[in-house]
């Protein structure tokens, strides 16, 4: 059976059930502070357990893609080296909402596996929670008695806190968990050792296939437990290891999800898989990232240098070094195996085919960019290896090794692999010293506490009513203290708010509420969980008053202006370009519009001003904004412009203005004439096929215009003529000044001749050797250094001193032959450093060339006495 089909069969059992099917949610989390990817298949029914919204299903089921990189889930380091940890994986899963519980989970999770996939259920095990003292939480007797139903009960184990009862985080929704793990040894192997001796014990074929969380509490800041209202049931079981227990596999890697993409690897490499254990987990690390990357890239996270965007590049380049070392491949080859993920995954993840192109690009440019880091880093070793030889050391500085590592993106196991093959080591207790100081750095800076919630009313709806005003009457429903870099905040959540939260690219809104004589900044909106959450300075004075809640009104306005203009640009684009065009990422800012997009050339100044045409030609028509509520399918009819990486409900906004239709739930103009005007004031290349455009609007535009004007009108006064001959007066004496500058250079030649013909003819001969220390007169020390090689490379037994004074300081220069240097008795480097003290300052060089600078010229004369002395 293969895994398209495996996965079908689950879809269609808990259809039959009565499940609701959902698409799976974006990698890559938005709007939640405490995640920056979905590692578990409850991600995007957060909301719900949290109680901050309400189900429209109280049964779904999907398969969720997931990656766990980073934080408490980290398997990176473990990947490849095993056969089943991943970083990105499937999560197959079913919910219940407040509907059934403990015993249709277990039942159907049994029925699923025996039943329909015709599981051995001779190689099951279940585990149960066998209870806690501390949080005084019993064992949990329900699930033991529902799995004796099914199981032996020598196959029912017993499991701590640590591994069967599951929190989402330190505070929040948890609860007692059973887990389903699956023998998948021989059989002489499992006479040998009974299963439940290894179940949890890490052992590679005795595995947890599936997981089933029965939520019934939460989880408070000071650490105790009470009961939810209403109680969910949440299962995640691995894909990747369902798939390799039904085909009889012994390794993940072994199943069709990985085999056509290391085979494709191993046709690449001209290496067998199977041949060695050390290109094996080459294969298998390299495999496995680039599904992680692959997907990350088609939901809109790019590689870069910043929190989401910095773990992929990590990821991407642990994979490029695996190829680099262990598979010979000093060229890209990563970019080339994206085709065969997507023939693999591409039915059921379409997102693969439709971003393909990009995805290809985007890894080819950072394989290109980090294979260069790995030649600088192996030469930046090289030199440290050299330096260490010469000292007869064998032991290379972890502070080196970790600056390798941090600035240039050199990592610790090569280092290591190259020290090695040179008889070397780091000193890895240096190298660790200095990645715990990073760590605590880091953070430092991101450190963040926050109370537990003061819940004033029970209220699980909160409406936004900023689309129609900007004022309203609003009381505290919940706040919380938050303390942050040493500063304390307060979280309030309203009733109601006009107060936009910061999401899908638009910035929150600021402002006040005021009760009687008091009134408190809210000086930043965000989105958490769905919650609109208003940040202050200081918490009122009576939480439970009616607040008159105010937004900044200039502000939103810029913003508005902003926010449609970006939808005008992106129609424009789509229309100048072509329909490739897709965004990529986007800032709305009550100063700017940012917008990053794909395309795969810089835009011309021909296009942009296309562009602008036709964003200025639409704010001229005025046309009035259309916003409906609509299905999510009708409004992809209607051209609807849905984006990749975003997740939409049933119940989709649309917003119209003119032929520019799109999904966006941020704040718009009534009609487009408010904008103004629009200018694109950058573009620029982000990464690769992604481009970047900033622009301006309605008195931000006039003021930059404004600007520009200012710069001309004051370049029109210098060059004496008017802005509209500004050019071309400026490209004449542009041709002119080079003309100039040709027959300047022409004529400092000459005098550098003459006085090179000077200098030769001043030599004299003392003691077999031709000196010469002379002060010369010229402005500028390059001239000096020509000299000085000059005169080296004509002249046999040379020993040269040269003196300038420029711009008020001394300069001076030491060249001697190959000849005088071989002796070993004369070095330029010695020398200079002694003439410097007569001029009060310092230098250095080689044993043939020397040079240095001092801020007493009046010593120059000491100096060419001094250095007679020498002979």
């Known amino acids: 059976m293969n895994s398209k089909e495996i996965r ?14 959902v698409p799976s949610a974006p990698m890559v989390v938005k709007n939640d502070p405490t995640l920056m990817f979905t590692n578990a298949g409850m991600n995007q029914f957060k909301d719900i357990f949290l109680g901050n919204v309400v189900a ?17 889930h980290n398997d990176l380091e473990e990947v490849g080296h095993d056969t089943y940890h991943h970083t990105m994986f499937e999560m197959l899963g079913n919910w219940s909402f407040g509907n059934y519980f403990k015993a249709e989970a277990i039942n159907w999770a049994w029925e699923f596996l025996v039943g329909t996939m015709g599981l051995n ?20 007797e329900e699930a033991l008695g529902l799995w004796k139903q099914h199981l032996p009960e020598g196959r029912i184990l017993y499991g701590s806190k640590k591994d069967n009862f599951w929190e989402m985080g330190d505070t929040g929704p948890c609860g007692p968990c059973s887990e389903i793990h699956v023998d998948l040894r021989s059989d002489s192997e499992r006479n040998q050792v009974p299963g439940s001796e290894l179940v949890n014990t890490g052992h590679p074929l005795v595995i947890e296939i599936w997981n089933l969380v029965f939520i019934q509490f939460n989880r408070k800041a000071d650490g105790s437990l009470t009961p939810l209202p209403s109680k969910h049931v949440d299962t995640g079981m691995g894909f990747e290891r369902l798939c390799m227990a039904l085909q009889g596999k012994q390794s993940n890697y072994d199943t069709d999800l990985f085999q056509p993409i290391i085979q494709r690897i191993s046709d690449f490499v001209g290496i067998n898989y199977g041949n060695s254990e050390k290109t094996d987990i080459a294969m298998r690390v390299v495999a496995d990232h680039l599904r992680a990357v692959s997907f990350s890239i088609a939901d809109g996270q790019l590689p870069s240098n910043a929190r989401a965007g910095y773990v992929i590049r ?17 060229e890209p080859l990563i970019y080339k195996l994206v085709n065969e993920l997507v023939n693999v995954m591409g039915d059921n993840f379409t997102e693969l085919k439709q971003q393909q192109s990009l995805i290809e690009n985007v890894i080819l440019d950072e394989e290109k960019a980090f294979l260069r880091t790995l030649d600088s880093g ?16 064998k032991l290379i500085s972890g502070r080196k090794a970790f600056e390798l590592y941090d600035t240039y993106g050199f990592p610790l196991d090569l280092t290591e692999l190259i020290l090695r093959e040179n008889n070397m080591t780091v ?3 240096e190298f660790n010293s200095e990645m715990a100081a990073q760590k605590e750095r880091s953070r430092k800076a991101s450190e963040s506490d926050a109370s537990d919630w003061e819940i004033l009313v029970a209220d699980s709806v909160q409406e936004f009513v900023g689309y129609e005003k900007l004022e309203a009457d609003v009381r505290i429903t919940r706040y919380r203290k938050v303390s942050s870099k040493n500063k304390d905040f307060y979280h309030l959540v309203f009733d109601k708010t006009p107060f936009y939260g910061e999401s899908g690219g638009q910035i929150g809104d600021k402002g006040l509420i005021g009760s009687g004589s008091e009134s408190i900044a809210i000086i930043d909106t965000i989105k958490e969980n769905n919650l ?8 009122p004075k009576d939480v439970n008053a009616l607040f008159k809640a105010k937004v900044d009104n200039v502000s939103r306005i810029a913003t508005a202006n902003n926010h449609t203009a970006t939808h005008l640009m992106h129609y424009a684009l789509r229309k100048v370009l072509g329909t490739h065009v897709e965004q990529k990422g986007s800032l709305v800012h009550p100063e700017y519009l940012r917008f990053d997009f794909s395309h795969f050339q810089k835009i011309s100044d021909e296009e942009i001003r296309r562009i602008e045409e036709i964003v200025n030609d639409l704010i001229r028509e005025n046309s009035a904004g259309i916003v409906q509520q609509t299905s999510f399918d009708e409004a992809k009819n209607m051209g609807a412009m849905a984006l990749f990486g975003e997740k939409y409900g049933d119940v989709v906004r649309v917003v119209k203005f003119g032929d520019s239709v799109e999904l966006c739930g941020g704040t718009h103009v009534e009609a487009t004439g408010s904008i103004g005007c629009f200018k694109i004031i950058s573009e620029s290349s982000i990464a690769a096929g992604i481009r970047r455009i900033e622009a301006v609007t309605a008195q931000k535009a006039l003021e930059y215009m404004n600007a520009r004007m200012d710069v001309l009108d004051g370049l029109a006064a210098i060059a004496g003529c008017s802005v509209k001959n500004l050019v071309q007066t400026v490209s004449a004496t542009i041709s002119q000044n080079a003309e100039m500058k040709k027959k300047l250079e022409d004529f400092l030649h000459h005098e550098a001749l003459r006085l090179k013909a000077d200098l030769k003819n001043a030599l004299q001969e003392i003691n077999g050797i031709n000196t010469l220390f002379k002060k010369v007169d010229v402005d500028n020390a390059g001239v000096i250094k020509d000299l000085a090689f000059q005169l080296k490379g004509e002249t046999e037994k040379l020993f040269l001193v040269l003196a300038a004074e420029i711009d008020g300081k001394a300069n001076i220069a030491v060249a001697l032959s190959d000849d005088l240097v071989k002796g070993g008795k004369l070095h330029a480097g010695n ?28 010593g120059i004369p000491q100096v060419l006495e001094k250095a007679k002395n020498y002979l």
């Open 314 to 330: 990590r990821i991407l380049r642990r994979a490029i070094r695996y190829n680099y070392t262990f598979l010979n491949q000093k």
């Open 532 to 539: 609109s959450i208003h940040l202050t300075d200081s918490l």
């Open 378 to 393: 192996i030469r930046m070793l090289d030199s440290l290896i050299a330096a260490a030889s010469k000292e007869n050391q």
């Open 8 to 21: 079908q069969k689950f879809f269609r059992f808990f259809e039959s059930k009565h499940h609701r099917i």
């Open 831 to 858: 020398i200079v450093r002694e003439l410097a003290k007569e001029i009060d300052g310092g230098g250095g060089g080689q044993p043939f060339f020397a040079s240095a600078g001092g801020k007493n010229p009046l």
């Open 56 to 72: 429209n299903d109280v049964r779904v089921a999907n398969t969720q893609k997931c990656l766990r990189v980073s934080g408490k």
């Open 427 to 429: 000193n890895i207790d």
């Open 121 to 140: 259920k001779e190689i099951i095990y279940a585990t149960v929670f066998e209870g806690d003292k501390a949080d005084n939480v019993p064992m949990d």
